[in-house]
């Protein structure tokens, strides 16, 4: 989310990031973007009954707010089909494996575990099913002997805060 915003702040970036939406309170990136300029806030979804609920509330948030595009960054809430429908080729995410290759959670430790050669991380369009939207953006690394889930996570953020911005701006040049 950071490296977005950063890259946004250049005026030849083709996206202007003007608002991050967490579902969790204390999620440390609502005060991140709050102190880099980006107005920041949470729709709780447990303050909702049911997930058509708060997902009404978050659609009929953004579009208030103006909202064209949405970039999911450590949104860890699966979109209902609902919204993923009313958002189409407008939402992208950006997930910590080389798709179609381990979906879902804990993509370091399986990769390590595979004894995968190389990880890395996918940008990709949302669709209906869980990391399964077309691929925009890879980026690649090689897996060393000595890498842990945690030393693989470190090093796939690194290429997910350089990935994550380019891909943003091819995919709001083709929406």
């Not at 064209?68 to 992208?92: H, N, Q, S, T, Y």
């Not at 940008?123 to 925009?136: A, C, L, P, S």
């Not at 690649?140 to 997910?160: C, F, G, H, N, Y």
Request: glycine share 6%.
């Amino acid at each position: 989310m950071a490296a977005l915003i950063k890259a946004s702040q250049n005026a030849e970036y083709p996206a202007d990031i003007r608002l991050v939406i967490s579902n969790r309170p204390k999620a440390p990136g609502l005060q991140k973007a709050d102190a880099m300029g980006v107005k920041a806030i949470c729709i709780n979804h447990c303050n909702f009954e049911t997930r058509a609920e708060f997902e009404a509330e978050l659609d009929t948030f953004l579009r208030t707010h103006g909202i064209e595009f949405i970039a999911c960054a450590g949104f860890m809430r699966v979109l209902g089909a609902a919204f993923v429908r009313a958002w189409a080729g407008k939402l992208i995410n950006i997930h910590p494996s080389l798709l179609p290759k381990y979906k879902g959670l804990h993509t370091h430790q399986r990769a390590i575990e595979a004894g995968d050669e190389e990880h890395g991380c996918t940008v990709h369009w949302v669709n209906e099913g869980v990391d399964e939207g077309k691929i925009i953006a890879q980026s690649r690394l090689k897996i060393s002997k000595a890498d842990t889930p945690e030393t693989l996570t470190k090093r796939v953020q690194a290429l997910e805060h350089s990935l994550y911005p380019e891909a943003l701006a091819k995919a709001v040049t083709l929406a």
